[in-house]
């Protein structure tokens, strides 16, 4: 997997690693080995999650542009862009603005896309729960179609 100059990678998980916990970090993340716990960007500058085909990742994920090519099962905030690269697998939970899916990967999940919310909603969206946020969007759903007039 190439990088562009300004992907250059801020931290590295290698192959044969394990762990288990919280990773807060800041810039480009990168996955080889296997990770149980969460995975959090929540400060302002732009950050990036590469999972490489040998990482197997069970994780809640919060960055703005996650990249999969290994296997990633858990609640994914992927506030600009989620990309799925065959062989990857996720499952799980996604709330994303671009959702794009490479011949061969597989997704196994609901995904709310975000894409329409402002940049301060974004920002919201970011720093809240993964069950906060989704039990509001299943209630709002809920109240559109209890208000909707029947199609009767």
């Known amino acids: 997997m190439k990088l562009r100059h300004e992907e250059l990678i801020s931290g590295l998980l290698g192959p044969g690693s394990l762990f288990e916990g919280k990773i807060l970090f800041e810039g480009t993340l990168r996955i080889d080995g296997k990770v149980s716990g ?7 500058q ?14 809640n994920i919060i960055a703005d542009h996650v990249i999969v090519s290994g296997i990633l099962s858990g609640n994914i905030k992927a506030i600009e862009k989620l990309e799925l690269i065959a ?32 940049n301060e909603d974004k920002r919201i969206i970011k720093r809240e729960g993964f069950y ?5 969007h299943m209630l709002t759903i809920r109240q559109e179609s209890i208000l909707a007039p029947s199609a009767n």
């Open 38 to 44: 969460e995975i959090l960007c929540r400060n302002e």
């Open 46 to 59: 732009p950050s990036t999650v590469i999972i490489t085909e040998d990482a197997v990742v069970e994780a």
């Open 87 to 118: 062989p990857g697998r996720v499952e799980g939970l996604v709330y994303t603005s671009d959702l794009s899916i490479q011949d061969g990967a597989l997704f196994q999940g609901e995904c709310v896309m975000i894409r329409q919310f402002s």
């Open 132 to 136: 906060d946020i989704h039990h509001k």
